[in-house]
């Protein structure tokens, strides 16, 4: 069994920062990239940002320039600065952890809410 704890959400005005961070634990034998993805009521799941075994990183269109994915692979963590929110980065923050790409390694956290309002 693999676990992934979120933490760091919580409410923001417009224009502010936050951190959110992610710790795997349990039966890890292998990871491909971790990453966070974000779901807003209403809306699809999408992915925010990614970071492979090769340090490779990928941003959903409207996170890029202000978001910034980094990871610590020797304790299988990773982190999400998230600046500049807006309100339309309100959603539940889901942490990603792939293992093989492709199968049923991979593993999702519970979630985190972010909410940005004034």
């Known amino acids: 069994q693999v676990q992934l704890v979120e933490s760091g959400g919580g409410l923001v005005q417009p224009g502010g920062s936050l951190r959110l961070s992610c710790a795997a634990s349990g039966s890890i034998f292998s990871v491909y990239a971790m990453g966070w993805y974000r779901q807003a009521p209403g809306k699809q799941r999408e992915l925010v940002a990614l970071?492979?075994?090769?340090?490779?990183?990928n941003y959903g269109d409207s996170m890029k320039g202000r978001f910034t994915i980094s990871r610590d692979s020797a304790k299988n963590t990773v982190d999400l600065q998230m600046n500049s929110l807006k309100p339309e980065d309100t959603g539940v923050y889901y942490c990603?952890?792939?293992?093989?790409?492709?199968?049923?390694?991979?593993?999702w956290g519970q979630g985190t809410q972010v909410t940005v309002s004034s």
């Open positions: 990603n952890l792939v293992m093989v790409p492709g199968t049923k390694y991979d593993y």
């Open positions: 970071i492979r075994i090769d340090g490779s990183e």
